[in-house]
């Protein structure tokens, strides 16, 4: 993880003190014991997402603003599986955003300033890193789900299963189908 992750324990827990007592002084205690319970863990989701401190404290913030803002407390399996794709889908639409800005960044860039010369051909190639992250989110749901879970997450498939009600052989299967694309995807490149 970046250095940066070192550097804001104090702001991460100071941000999930205040959401923990807002969600439990607004009745939604089940939501500040998700917090305290796998409130770390889905931390360190976002950073292996998002790799980004704002970004992942502005995911972080939305998943349980969206978890408090339920009507009532959802009748599920399991709220940690639910939290945690909350929070990855959080994650995926920002990386979307990001892509779709960067995407048009040289057009407004063009169209402000025509005088400004067109980069060389030989410019430097995109991050991996953030090639990579694009195209995790570009994976249909149950591939990047599994993804997420497993890569991401560091679940084990029968926790990854267990969370997206298949077998775990099936989510095995779903993995490396998801690892083929996204070397596809990225020219067979190593170090998938």
Same mark, same amino acid.
């Given at each position: ?53 704002? *970004?992942?404290?502005? &995911? ?7 978890? #408090?803002?339920?009507? +009532?407390?959802?009748? %599920? !399996? ?32 063009? *169209?402000?300033?025509? &005088? ?7 410019? #430097?190639?995109?991050? +991996?890193?953030?090639? %990579? !992250? ?32 298949? *077998?775990?052989?099936? &989510? ?13 995807w990225l020219g067979g490149r190593d170090g998938l």
């Amino acid at each position: 993880m970046p250095i940066a992750v070192r550097s804001v324990p104090q702001t991460i827990q100071a941000s999930t003190d205040r959401m923990e007592h807002a969600a439990a002084d607004s009745g939604c205690g089940w939501v500040a014991r998700l917090i305290e319970a796998h409130g770390e863990g889905i931390l360190r989701v976002l950073w292996r997402i998002l790799g980004r401190e704002q *970004d992942v404290m502005d &995911a972080y913030q939305d998943c349980f603003c969206k978890l #408090a803002s339920l009507p +009532r407390r959802p009748d %599920l !399996r399991s709220e940690k599986a639910y939290a945690y794709r909350t929070a990855a889908n959080i994650a995926i639409e920002m990386i979307r955003s990001r892509t779709r800005r960067q995407g048009h960044w040289a057009g407004i860039v063009y *169209d402000r300033q025509p &005088a400004v010369e067109e980069p060389p051909d030989d410019a #430097a190639p995109p991050d +991996r890193t953030e090639e %990579l !992250r694009r195209r995790i989110a570009e994976l249909p749901p149950h591939l990047r789900n599994v993804v997420v879970l497993r890569d991401l997450s560091r679940l084990s498939y029968e926790e990854v299963g267990r969370m997206l009600g298949i *077998d775990p052989a099936t &989510a095995r299967v779903y993995r490396r189908h998801a690892v083929v694309k996204l070397a596809e995807w990225l020219g067979g490149r190593d170090g998938l």
